[in-house]
């Protein structure tokens, strides 16, 4: 087991425990809608985090202006992001929601590298993958069973949360790849998600109101622009450093079971016994991903080191060529 990739997996699990918060929080917010949770909180998150990073936005000018498709793809992606994923919560619930959500993810990433970057998937991956989307299946069916749920409302919301997920893989792999062409993590994540930040404030102008409208639905806003977003993004940042956009979207499966466990004894939101199996199934994600073998230190000692990201050009084939 390399030390190197396990950090990275413990970085983008502490993040997926901070991601998972945020579906309950918001139901603290009942008077805001989805879009002003969502550009609240990535919109204030994003640009806080391009506020950090100016000195290396700063020193990696130049390196940004050359890659400025990559910037605007990740930054689209960013600002499509919250909207759908809260928009689906909202619509869904909190557990499928978020289910649904992060379930997608790791798919569309790993189609993604497979198609984009022609980058082969392990086998590790796919019984991750599988075994994520398995729990996954097995809790958004517990809430479908449950006769208080509307069947057009959850359609949506599942639609919405396919959208989340595609968009969460292309940031994931925008900033990945950013890296990989030896621009400093800062850097790459605060001109991802600050360029994506400030495309959401129109639509924090123009949905906001109920966030100032009292003082609970101001610390729901701020407590999710600053904790699961601001400083949740730059843990991610950080495991990107050490795994694949496809690993860290295949860890993050672990968020779904936070925010069921949450929906349900907080929210109140009901789990039957079949969503129980699906939440343990999820569990053993992080397992597998966290025993499998990779070939990192080798890579590492081969590639060298550039910008302190040296394993993610090429060692960030850790698990597609394990």
């Keep these: 087991m390399n030390r190197h990739h396990l950090v990275g997996v413990g970085a983008i699990t502490l993040t997926s425990i901070l991601w998972g918060t945020t579906g309950t929080a918001a139901t603290f917010a009942p008077q805001a809608g989805p879009l002003a949770i969502g550009s609240a909180a990535l919109g204030i998150g994003g640009l806080l985090q391009a506020l950090i990073a100016l000195p290396a936005l700063n020193a990696a000018r130049a390196q940004l202006r050359q890659s400025l498709p990559l910037v605007a793809t990740g930054a689209l992606a960013v600002a499509v992001y919250p909207l759908a994923f809260y928009g689906s919560m909202h619509l869904a619930g909190v557990a499928v929601g978020t289910v649904v959500s992060l379930a997608s993810a790791p798919l569309a990433s790993g189609i993604l590298e497979l198609v984009v970057q022609r980058r082969p ?147 109140g939101e009901a789990l039957t016994a079949v969503g129980w199996v699906g939440l343990g199934i999820i569990s053993l994600v992080l397992v597998v991903l966290a025993a499998a073998p990779t070939n990192s230190v080798r890579l590492q000692a081969r590639a060298g080191s550039v910008n302190g990201v040296s394993t993610v050009g090429r060692a960030g084939r850790d698990l597609e060529r394990a």
Excluded: Q
Aim: charged letters at 5%; glycine letters at 12%; a neutral charge.
């Design 121 to 267: 998937l392990s086998r590790w991956w796919l019984l991750a993958a599988g075994l994520g989307v398995l729990g996954s299946v097995l809790l958004c069916s517990s809430k479908m069973a449950d006769p208080m749920a509307s069947p057009g409302s959850t359609a949506v919301g599942i639609a919405l949360g396919l959208v989340a997920g595609a968009t969460y893989a292309v940031f994931s792999w925008a900033a990945h790849n950013l890296m990989v062409r030896g621009i400093d993590r800062a850097a790459s994540m605060g001109a991802v998600f600050g360029a994506g930040g400030a495309l959401l404030m129109p639509v924090l102008a123009a949905t906001g109101a109920p966030l100032v409208a009292s003082a609970e639905a101001f610390a729901v806003a701020a407590y999710m622009a600053l904790v699961p977003m601001f400083l949740g993004y730059l843990f991610f940042g950080f495991g990107l450093t050490r795994v694949s956009a496809s690993t860290a979207t295949t860890v993050t499966l672990s968020e779904p079971g936070v925010a069921a466990v949450l929906a349900v004894l907080v929210v």
